[in-house]
């Protein structure tokens, strides 16, 4: 509870009258004390006409996760219990790094005790955010005396990358190639890594897979039929370092990571595999296991939203040894990461060198088109030969680096930003095609 201006313009005005009284007669100057002490009264019997606090209550419906670039509405509601004011005045005060709010301030009217308001919430970046504290206040009938609630708010809001932009990528990719079958169709039988059943052999078949053994007993050329391996486990290691969090083509380099990897998630939950999320700088920060079935794909949503943006460096050792170790059996490994020189990355080869002995690892390196951009750029300034020298000694370094992982086994996908997510997908499929 506090004055409103109303109620100092009050007391003040008890100043010149009090004043304007002792010039008139000297003795009168307790005039002035009188108003001061009438102003407080007033103020005391506003106070007491005034709503209570405690006969307030609220509620607040926002969604609990959200697309980067993509707004999404909200409101809340208002109720007295007992006397109301005419109308009730609101504040929010918002996770400002993640989430804006518009309109922050409004003032509401009060109908049959009840006062709803509608907001937008506009996210900034990714992350958890939300509605830290809402204010609301409302004057007394005299326009003397505020009250106010403040109530801190606990529902964060998960601002993913855009997951309708996820989907609507994967479904497009999941019917690339296929029409209107989608990709279970590249998956039948006959293109696959696990043994199904023996056939016939038929002209046009591969050679490869008779099975000279079964077509002596039968008297007759069978083939060895494949299909494509399902329940296969697939985990992200997802390098939440200092390198990982510095902008390409206008975005985090983890948040291009995220992207890609909740698409590749999208398909594998649909093509009956298992998902798992690791994350790691100078230590392990997450680890999800393996998630599979309907609500999967939200799951992964929230763990990839609890990410944050770190100044921190990135503990290859220690990060994938403590992955190795959580695996029991084969798995697929997709991992993002960057680095800037082969020295830099020295520990990182040598940690994924053991992957690769139990593992099949997909290594996804985003091409730096600004560093391919300064190669070719035709220099107008000596500045200009500099940044293309720079630009080309550590595009080497990154090409021996992939040179140095593809001879490992390790199948690299390097490609721009806006492909990565295409590139990632057809890796996977080669994998459970056994052609990886």
Known sequence: MYPTRRMIFVVLLGVPLSMLAAVLSPPLWMIGLGWIFFAACLFILDALLVANPSRLSTAIANP??????????????????????????????????????????????????????????????????????????????????????????????????????????????FQRDSGSFGLRVRLRAGEGAEFNALKEFQSGMDRRTIDWKQTARHGKILAREFQAEENQRIVFALD??????????GLPRIDRAIQALLLLSYVALRLGDRVGLFAFD????????????????????????????????????????????????????????????????????????????????????????????????????????????????????????TARLRRMGVDVIDASADKIGAGLIDAYLAVKQGRG
């Open 64 to 173: 609990h996760s959200m697309g980067v670039a993509r707004r999404e509405q909200g409101h809340v509601t208002f109720e007295f219990a007992g006397q109301a004011p005419p109308e009730i005045e609101l504040a929010f005060d918002p996770d400002g790094r993640r989430i804006a709010i518009e309109p922050d301030r409004q003032v509401l009217p009060v109908t049959k005790r009840q006062a709803r308001a509608d907001f937008t919430l506009v996210p900034l970046r990714r992350g958890e955010g939300g509605i830290e504290t809402l204010w609301a206040r409302w004057q007394g009938p005299l326009g003397l005396v505020w009250k106010q609630r403040v109530e801190g708010v606990r529902d964060k809001v998960a601002v993913l990358p855009n997951i309708g932009a996820v989907k609507e990528e994967a479904m497009r990719l």
């Open 240 to 249: 939440t370092g200092r390198l990982m969090c510095e902008p390409l083509a």
């Open 282 to 401: 100078e230590k392990p920060n997450l680890s999800s296991g393996a998630v599979s079935g309907a609500n999967a794909f939200g799951v992964l949503q929230r763990l990839a939203a609890k990410i944050d943006y770190t100044t921190k460096e990135t503990n290859f050792t220690l990060g994938l040894t403590q992955l190795s170790g959580e695996l029991d059996q084969r798995a697929i490994i997709v991992i993002f990461t960057d680095f800037s020189d082969t020295t830099g990355a020295e520990l990182m080869l040598e940690n994924i060198k053991r992957l690769v002995a139990r593992h099949v690892v997909l290594f996804v390196v985003f091409r730096d088109e600004e560093l391919e951009s300064m190669v070719r750029h035709a220099p107008t300034e000596p500045a200009d030969v500099s940044r293309a020298v720079i630009a080309d000694a550590m595009l080497r370094e990154r090409g021996l680096v």
